[in-house]
């Protein structure tokens, strides 16, 4: 997908399925400014300025999935290498779930998974740990997602650990489209740095 018209076009089907908007920017890998654009502007308008990453060339293989998941251990172990070991790798639903999974799966430790506030209902979204895939205080967390496109869903997923008594000791993404180094502090390591040049 690369026109702006395919956009348009899958941004619409995917709320026809029942999408929420936070849904459908995690999908698409766009901000929600984009999203709401997409689902309410004709091509033509001004556009928000964002980067569409399409890397379900990655995602729909399992192998590569699992060669993805490999480098952003590497990159963590590399750029931390006497850093504290993690305890849990916490997966951004949707796309970091996978993606954590199999770097937990690696390390031998647990997966959590965390619903992000923009996937949630309701008038004052909240988002959540998984009641099954949960953290506990004192464990030391790697948080894992495809893509920063703003860092607030990061920001989100660190104040929720650090409210539950965690430790969040590194965020772990394929695509950074925002060029973060750190978020309070927690390291940001990313396999792509994703520029926009006007």
Known sequence: MSTLDELIQKARHLRSEGHSPGQIADELSLSMETVTWLLTQEKGA??????HI???????????????????LSRLHLKNPEGP????????????IPLATLMAVTEGVRIGIYHPAKHAGGDEP????????????GERIVVVDDVITSGKTLQEV??????HGAVPVACCVLFDKRGIRD????????????????
């Open 54 to 72: 399409d890397w379900t060339a990655v995602s729909g293989e399992s192998q590569l999935l699992v060669e993805s998941a490999q480098m952003l």
């Open 85 to 96: 070991v993690p305890q849990v790798y916490v997966g951004i639903a949707i796309s970091g």
């Open 46 to 51: 001004a556009t928000p300025k964002d980067v």
């Open 158 to 163: 660190i104040n929720y650990i650090k409210r």
């Open 126 to 137: 909240i988002g959540s740990m998984s009641g099954n895939f949960d953290i506990h205080a």
């Open 183 to 198: 978020i309070d502090g927690v390291p940001v390591y990313s396999l792509f740095k994703v520029s926009r040049i006007d």
